[in-house]
């Protein structure tokens, strides 16, 4: 029984996907080569934004063919949406993100007709991490989760009711994924979860002075960055009112650490942070910054944004704008606001028109290509350490990143996948940079 798994949203989601193929394997299933050929058919999808139901329903349509004998759907979108995921009439299983390491079962279940329409959204997410293989199919750059779920109950997210409640996975295990991903060929960890900095994992051993027997993401951090084989450690995302000045200190003296966070900031007005519930002011955060710039000179960041939250004006909107203005994102992902099912922002009054948020998304989106222009430009003359991940549009193309998440471009004869390469920069454009590969 061949098996094919399409994924869409975030890094978790890519993780989850990974995760779920290797315990298929483990299981039995082989992993085929496309969905024409697979008889179980997986979407794993998020609904942070847009219409994720509409756009399931219509990839389902797309994908299913006439060898499929199991579509089983997962992710937030099963947890949001409940038993009326079955109003699909060619779903068979309905898995939330929390439940996914039984997911062999449920197959079998369907396969041997035993069960029907199984919907499995049960939430405890350390019986999950329990019970999944090992990994051994790895790649030369892999995501670990450390913690998933959120607490903070941002008012237009749906996180905290898709993903649950705030957990973190003990240390010990985090340590022995990250050991095992090494040894098996990884150079680039990336730690993720909805919230990292406000990680408080199981300690793998009692340290003097430490509260309860936990350990916080800077402890983490300075743990992995020893480990033998890593090349380069990155994290997110981060919640600006949980970034530690110590967090900073460890970014200055940790070369394996990228100089790089991604601290979302989501809108650059006081009023509307508050209306958002994200605990802190415009100010705080840029103080912050300021604060990192000076504990690690070469430090850059990436934020995500959010512009026509209910009853934002044109005034307040134009704070944001001048706030990216002010801090020059390396990278930046902005986002109309979406009104989602059950959280508080969709049952204000003041929602903003489909038309005007897309009209202020135009304009922060200009503000924000600039400040990428200007850091790619920055980069012209100088020599920067890449990894690269794909090949390009061309032949003997390759596609790589620098610390800093921007896209380097290079002309070369030998395959560059998976390897760390000097290049000098020669050429900036608004996405990428091009340049020459030196010893
Ligand atoms: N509408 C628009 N963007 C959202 N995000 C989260 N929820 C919503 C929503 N309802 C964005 C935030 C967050 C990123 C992962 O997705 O900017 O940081
Ligand atoms: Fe959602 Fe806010 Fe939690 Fe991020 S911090 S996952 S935006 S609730």
Not at 124 to 137: H, V
Not at 189 to 196: E, K, P
Not at 255 to 263: D, E, K, S
Not at 392 to 397: D, E, H, I, V
Request: hydrophobic share 35%.
């Amino acid at each position: 029984m061949k098996f094919h798994i399409e994924v869409y949203g975030c890094q978790m989601n890519v993780y989850d996907a990974r995760r779920i193929a290797d315990l298929l394997v483990e299981s039995g299933f082989e992993k085929a080569n496309d969905a024409s050929e697979a008889d179980i058919l997986i979407f794993y999808t998020c609904n942070i934004r847009e219409r994720a139901v509409q756009k399931l329903f219509s990839n389902i349509g797309i994908l299913r063919n006439d060898k499929t004998k199991v579509i089983a759907v997962g992710g937030c979108v099963s947890q949001a949406e409940g038993r009326s995921i079955f109003e699909h009439k060619h779903i068979d299983i309905s898995f939330g993100a929390q439940a996914y390491h039984r997911l062999p079962e449920h197959i079998n279940e369907v396969l041997s007709g035993s069960k029907k329409k199984i919907l499995d959204i049960n939430f405890d997410q350390a019986q999950k991490f329990g019970c999944l293989p090992g990994r051994t199919n790895v790649s030369f750059s892999e995501f670990v989760t450390i913690q998933e779920g959120c607490d903070n109950f941002c008012t237009y997210c749906v996180v905290p009711y898709t993903r649950g409640r705030e957990y973190s996975r003990p240390a010990r295990d985090i340590i022995n994924e990250v050991k095992e991903l090494l040894s098996n060929g990884a150079k680039e960890i990336t730690l993720i979860g909805q919230n990292v900095n406000s990680y408080h994992g199981e300690a793998p051993y009692i340290n003097i002075g430490e509260p309860k027997g936990t350990w916080r993401l800077e402890r983490l951090i300075r743990e992995i960055a020893e480990l033998d084989g890593l090349k380069r450690l990155r994290y997110t995302t981060s919640h600006p009112k949980d970034f530690t000045t110590e967090l900073m200190q460890i970014h200055a003296e940790t070369p394996v650490l990228a100089p790089f966070a991604h601290i979302p900031v989501q809108s650059g007005n006081d009023r509307i942070l508050k209306a958002m519930n994200r605990g802190h002011t415009a100010q705080e955060y840029l103080d912050k910054l300021a604060r990192f710039r000076e504990i690690c000179p070469n430090i850059q960041f990436s934020s995500d944004f959010i512009v026509g939250f209910p009853t934002e004006s044109e005034e307040e909107f134009l704070d944001t704008v001048k706030l990216a203005e002010l801090v020059k994102y390396t990278i930046s992902y902005s986002f109309k606001y979406s009104r989602r099912k059950n959280t508080p922002a969709d049952k204000m009054q003041g929602q903003i028109s489909e038309e005007e948020k897309e009209r202020r998304l135009a304009i922060l989106q200009k503000t924000l290509i600039e400040g990428q222009v200007y850091h790619n430009n920055a980069l012209i003359g100088k020599t920067q350490e890449v990894l690269f991940e794909r090949r390009g549009r061309k032949p003997n193309q390759y596609i790589g990143k620098n610390v800093y998440l921007q896209s380097v471009i290079v002309e070369s004869s030998e395959n560059l996948i998976g390897e760390f390469r000097n290049v000098y920069i020669e050429q900036a454009g608004e996405n990428s940079v091009m340049g020459k590969i030196v010893k």
